[in-house]
Nanobody
Framework: QVTFVQSGGGLVQPGGSLRLSCRAS????????MGWYRQAPGQERELVAT??????TNYADSVKGRFIISRDNSLSVNLLMNNLQPNDTALYYC?????????WGQGTQVTVSS
């Protein structure tokens, strides 16, 4: 079982920046992918960005050019969010994908409002 400690998030004005961090409790055997997903009220959870063990990245079209995902080490993943907009408001979840198994963090609220 993998657990996570998430930090960051909060309230920011439109155009502002925030940084989310996530640290996993353990590293699974084999290749795995870490990333961030988000869920706004009344909507389904959606992919934000992912990064592989070889540091290949993938971004949702809605955040390309504004968000940057990075890995400090095998256990930690960060998400730098720039030029935040009100439609970025959501609960952000850290994720680890090991084959078909998915492990989730507890969620961190990001609110973008003036």
């Amino acid at each position: 079982q993998v657990t996570f400690v998430q930090s960051g998030g909060g309230l920011v004005q439109p155009g502002g920046s925030l940084r989310l961090s996530c640290r996993a409790s353990t590293i699974p055997n084999g290749d795995f992918e870490m990333g961030w997903y988000r869920q706004a009220p009344g909507q389904e959870r959606e992919l934000v960005a992912t990064v592989t063990t070889t540091r290949q990245t993938n971004y949702a079209d809605s955040v390309k050019g504004r968000f940057i995902i990075s890995r400090d080490n095998s256990l930690s993943v960060n998400l730098l969010m720039n030029n935040l907009q009100p439609n970025d408001t959501a609960l952000y979840y850290c994720n680890m994908q090991v084959g078909t198994r998915a492990f989730w963090g507890q969620g961190t609220q990001v609110t973008v409002s003036s």
